[in-house]
C-alpha cells in the first residue's frame, strides 16, 4: 500500500517540529530520534538533516568523550565506514547517507566521517546536504578554515542554491578581501543568482534588461562548465576556473573531476592525467582512481586510433596498452582489497589472458558482491574447468543457473558450459537436453544448433 505524499509530509513535519524543541531544551539524544525518524521518512528532508547535525554536535559536545574506550568504539566502526564508501561506489547514496548518520552520530566532527557523509550526499543527489554537512563542521571548528568554508560555497552552488553560496563567499572575503579568485567566484555566483532571482527585480529599471541578459550569458556558460557540456572557447574559460579552484585547494575533488572530465571530453589525456594524478597524491579516492586509469587507457587508444588511421602497426602499443591494464588492476586491487567490483575487473581480465589460478582468488571475492555474483560464478567455472576441475565448474554453473530465472545471454553461456561438461563426462543424454534448453530459445546461440546435432548422433549410434 502505497502512503500518500501528504501523510509523509505531515509525519515529517511532526518529527521536525518535535526534534527542533527538543534541541532548544538541551535534550540532544531525544532531538536525534526524532530527526532521524523524519529522515526514515523522507530521506531528502532537508530540515530534519540540518536539525540532525546540530543535534549531534551538542550531542558530543555535551559528553566530550575521549579516552580509550572512545578510540575502540571508533575502530569498531572501520567495518561501517568500509560499508558507506562500498554502497557510495555502487551508486546507493540514499544508502550510504543513513549508515554515515551512525558515524556522524558517534564524532559529527571527524574530518574522516565528513568526508564519507559528503561523498554519500554526492552520490545520491543531494549538493545541499553535502553544503549542511560541511558547514556545520565548519561552524564548529575551533579556528576559522577558509578551506573548508570555500567547499561549503562549491557544494551549494552544485545544489544551485546561489544565495547561500553567495553569502558563503562573502564570509571568505570578509576574512580575506585581497583574494581575487574568491571574488571572481563571487561575482559568478551573484550573476546565477540574478538569473534564478532576478527577472522581476530587474523588470522596468534602465538598463535592467540588458545587465540581466548579460548575467544570464555568464551564469549559462558557468552551468554548462560545471555539467561538463562545454565547447569552444567556454571550455578554455571553465577549465581556467577549476585550474584557479585547485590551486587554492588542491585536493578538491569535485573541481578535479569535473576539470579531468573537460579535458577528457575535448581529448587533452595528458592534461587529464595530470589533474588527476595531483589530486590522488593528497586523497584516497577510488572513484578518482579509477578516472585516472581510464584516462591513460584512453590516451593509449587515443595513440592506437591515429596509428590505425595512418595504416601503421600498432601491435607494439597495443601490447603494452594490456600490459599497463593488468599491472593497474593489480595495484588498485591491492590498495581496495575489499573493492568487490574492482576485483571481478582484475578476475576477468585474469581469465582472458590464462592465468586461472590467481583468477579464482579474485573471484571468490567477487562473488560476494550481488552485482557481480552470477558473472563471477560462471567465470569461476571457466577457470575450474581450464584446470581439469569439472565437478568444481559444475557446481558454480548449477548455482549460477539455478539463481537466473530467465533465459538471459548470461543463463545461456551459463547452460552451454554446463552441456560441455557433460559432453565431457561422456554425459550425452544431459548435453543434448542443456543444448535443447538454449536452442529453444536462441537459435542463433554459438554454434548450439550443431553441436546439438554432434550429440545426437552420438546418441543415436549408442542406441543402434
Not at 140 to 157: D, G, I, Q, R
Not at 172 to 191: F, G, H, S, V, Y
Not at 249 to 268: C, G, Q, W
Not at 329 to 357: C, M, Q, T, W
Request: hydrophobic content about 40%.
Amino acid at each position: 500500500m502505497t502512503i500518500p505524499a501528504s501523510t509523509i509530509a505531515q509525519k515529517v513535519q511532526n518529527y521536525t517540529a518535535r526534534g527542533k524543541q527538543s534541541l532548544e531544551l538541551g535534550k540532544a539524544k531525544l532531538a536525534i530520534e526524532m530527526f532521524k525518524q523524519a529522515l526514515l521518512a523522507s530521506p531528502k528532508a532537508l530540515e530534519a538533516r540540518v536539525g540532525l547535525r546540530a543535534a549531534q554536535i551538542l550531542a558530543f559536545k555535551q559528553e566530550a568523550p575521549s579516552g580509550l574506550a572512545f578510540m575502540v568504539k571508533k575502530l569498531l566502526k572501520t567495518f561501517t565506514s568500509m560499508k558507506v564508501s562500498s554502497l557510495i561506489k555502487n551508486g546507493r547514496g540514499i544508502e550510504a547517507m543513513a549508515i554515515a548518520e551512525e558515524l556522524l552520530e558517534l564524532d559529527p566532527l571527524d574530518p574522516k566521517y565528513i568526508d564519507l557523509a559528503v561523498k554519500a550526499a554526492e552520490s545520491a543527489g543531494m549538493p545541499e546536504a553535502a553544503a549542511m554537512t560541511i558547514e556545520a563542521a565548519y561552524a564548529s571548528s575551533p579556528s576559522s578554515n577558509l578551506v573548508l568554508l570555500e567547499k561549503v560555497a562549491t557544494y551549494y552552488m552544485i545544489a544551485k542554491n546561489y544565495a547561500k553560496a553567495r553569502d558563503t563567499y562573502k564570509k571568505i572575503l570578509e576574512a580575506d578581501p585581497t583574494n581575487q579568485r574568491i571574488l571572481q567566484l563571487l561575482k559568478n555566483t551573484e550573476a546565477q543568482f540574478t538569473i534564478s532571482d532576478g527577472w522581476e527585480q530587474t523588470a522596468g529599471k534602465v538598463g535592467g534588461t540588458r545587465d540581466l541578459l548579460k548575467n544570464k550569458e555568464e551564469a549559462e556558460r558557468i552551468d554548462r562548465g560545471n555539467k561538463a557540456e562545454i565547447i569552444g572557447d567556454d571550455a578554455s574559460k571553465v577549465a581556467a576556473e577549476y585550474i584557479k579552484r585547485l590551486e587554492a585547494i588542491p585536493h578538491d575533488t569535485v573541481a578535479a573531476r569535473a576539470l579531468a572530465r573537460l579535458y577528457m571530453k575535448s581529448k587533452k589525456h595528458k592534461e587529464a592525467i595530470d589533474v588527476l594524478e595531483k589530486v590522488t597524491k593528497l586523497v584516497t579516492d577510488p572513484e578518482l582512481d579509477k578516472m585516472l586509469s581510464t584516462a591513460k587507457l584512453a590516451a593509449f587508444d587515443s595513440i592506437i586510433e591515429e596509428r590505425a588511421k595512418r595504416g601503421e602497426d600498432f601491435a607494439e602499443v597495443k601490447a603494452e596498452r594490456d600490459r599497463f591494464e593488468l599491472d593497474d588492476l593489480v595495484a588498485r586491487a591491492e590498495r581496495y582489497p575489499n573493492d568487490g567490483h574492482l576485483r571481478f575487473e582484475l578476475g576477468s581480465k585474469l581469465v582472458g589472458i590464462g592465468s586461472y589460478d590467481d583468477a579464482i582468488k579474485h573471484l571468490q571475492v567477487s562473488q560476494k558482491n550481488l552485482k557481480d555474483r552470477l558473472e563471477s560464478l560462471y567465470l569461476l567455472a571457466k577457470c575450474f574447468k581450464a584446470k581439469g576441475q569439472r565437478d568444481l565448474a559444475v557446481m558454480q554453473l548449477e548455482t549460477a543457473r539455478d539463481s537466473i530465472q530467465t533465459m538471459t545471454e548470461l543463463k545461456k553461456k551459463v547452460i552451454y558450459e554446463l552441456a560441455l561438461c557433460a559432453e565431457d563426462s561422456c554425459e550425452d543424454e544431459k548435453a543434448y537436453d542443456y543444448y535443447k534448453d538454449i536452442y529453444s530459445n536462441d537459435v542463433t546461440f554459438l554454434d548450439v544448433e550443431r553441436r546439438m546435432m554432434v550429440v545426437k548422433k552420438v546418441i543415436d549410434a549408442k542406441k543402434a
